[in-house]
Each structure stands twice: as C-alpha cells, then as structure tokens.
C-alpha cells in the first residue's frame, strides 16, 4: 500500500513537472536570443511608441501606446500596449519560429479574445504580421503591416479577411514616446 502510494506520487509530481523537466534535458537544443535572433525587429526593441489612429468610419481619434520590452534574458519580446487609456489593453509574447520563418506570438486581450500569429520581415525595418482570432465569431484572420520610417514615424496598416478578400480596417501613425506608458487594469479585489 505504501509503494502503491509511493508510486502514485512519484508520477503526478512527474506529470506535473513535464516543461521544468524537459529544461534539465541536455537534448534540447541552443538557440540564439537578444539582438543575434531578434536583429528583424530591433528598431523597435526596447523601446515605446505612441500612436494615433482614426476609430470607425472616420470617427474619434484612437490612441495607443505600445511598449516593446526584451524578454526572458532576450529569448522573447513583449509587447504592452493600451487603447485610450486602458479602455483596451493587450499582451503578445514573440518568439523566433521553430521552422526559422519569423517569429511566432500569442497575443492576449482585455476584451475576451486571444489571437495567435506570426511576424515575418518584410524588408529593412517593416513586418508583416498575420494572425488568427480566437474567441470572436465570424472574425478569422487579420493582417498588419507595420514600418519603421526614415523620418522616424512607425506606421501600421490592418486589415482583415473576409469572403477570400482582405480589406483594409484602418491604422496607425507612432512616434517613439520614452515617457509614454500603457494602462493596464488593475486586478479586481478578491470577492470575501
């Protein structure tokens, strides 16, 4: 009875553990981080932008603020950013492909939804993210086309697929912003 329990333990302590194992296994192999992986994206590494876009059918201006910050010691980049004062906010974590075509990401919502994606480099200091919705129906696949300028201005166009057909949902125009910072919302107090 003892080894039965013994044993029952030993293997949901290994169950639980798979990735911290899988991190002791001299089998997994290296891979370059900071500048040597993320050299297509460092014009913005590191650094925060502020953004203004035009809402829907021309309405109100939006403003985002995304931060670009190294993470994991350079293995990944993460990418804070909110809408309006934290009326919107969301995460994307990137790191480089596995197949060595771009980096892939999840990005992460205050709005309920979560997309998963990859950016590919599209020339010297532009991108071209593609990336699947999840959690929003009718919604599928949206693209973004971001470009670092000569004239220092990052400029990001979107659109999304819809019948086969991508139309264009708008952008936005940002400049490098040090003392800029995303609003994110605080956690809610814990209910007694």
């Known amino acids: 009875m003892i080894r039965r329990v013994f044993l029952a333990a ?13 991190a002791q296994t001299p089998d997994v192999p290296a ?16 650094k925060t932008w ?27 980049i993460r ?23 771009g980096f892939v990401y999840t990005y992460v919502t205050t709005g309920g939804f979560y997309t998963t994606g990859v950016i590919r480099p599209a020339g010297q200091n532009a991108y071209v993210a593609e990336e699947t919705v999840h959690g929003v129906p009718g919604l599928g696949k949206l ?14 166009r979107s659109s999304m697929e819809k019948d086969g057909q991508w139309i264009e949902t708008g952008g936005f125009d940002y400049v490098e912003d040090a003392a ?3 609003v994110l919302p605080d956690l809610p107090a814990k209910e007694q």
């Open 180 to 182: 800029a910072k995303p």
């Open 31 to 46: 891979k370059a981080t900071g500048r040597a992986a993320f050299a297509p994206l460092e014009a913005w590494a590191g």
């Open 143 to 156: 693209r973004s086309e971001g470009e670092l300028g000569a004239d220092g201005v990052y400029r990001v």
């Open 50 to 76: 502020r953004g203004t876009g035009n809402g829907p059918a021309g309405g109100a201006k939006i403003q985002d603020v995304q931060q670009w910050q190294w993470d994991l010691g350079g293995h990944a």
């Open 10 to 22: 030993a293997a949901a302590l290994c169950l639980a553990q798979p990735v911290a194992a899988l």
């Open 79 to 101: 990418i804070i950013h909110s809408v309006n004062d934290g009326a919107y906010a969301g995460e994307s974590v990137l790191f480089p492909a596995p197949d060595g075509d």
